[in-house]
């Protein structure tokens, strides 16, 4: 699985196919990145996983944060 599917499964409304693409991420370290957090918080939010979305987007703040990147 890719990072890929993961936003077009998300792109076409299927939050469980995101998250399934997510969890199943050959690489451990894209599960991390910006790009996938982005994807579980919108895909955990549409499935109303509402906990988990704010899980990612915290997670998702403080790593811009640590970057110095205050604007995102």
Not at 4 to 15: K, M, S, T, V, Y
């Amino acid at each position: 699985m890719t990072i890929e599917q993961a936003q077009d499964a998300l792109a076409a409304g299927d939050f469980v196919g995101a998250l399934a693409a997510l969890d199943a991420l050959d690489d451990d370290s894209v599960g991390s990145t910006a790009a996938s957090l982005e994807v579980r918080a919108r895909a955990s939010y549409g499935n109303g996983s509402y906990e988990d979305a704010v899980s990612a987007w915290e997670q998702l703040h403080a790593m811009h944060r640590a970057a110095g990147d205050r604007d995102a």
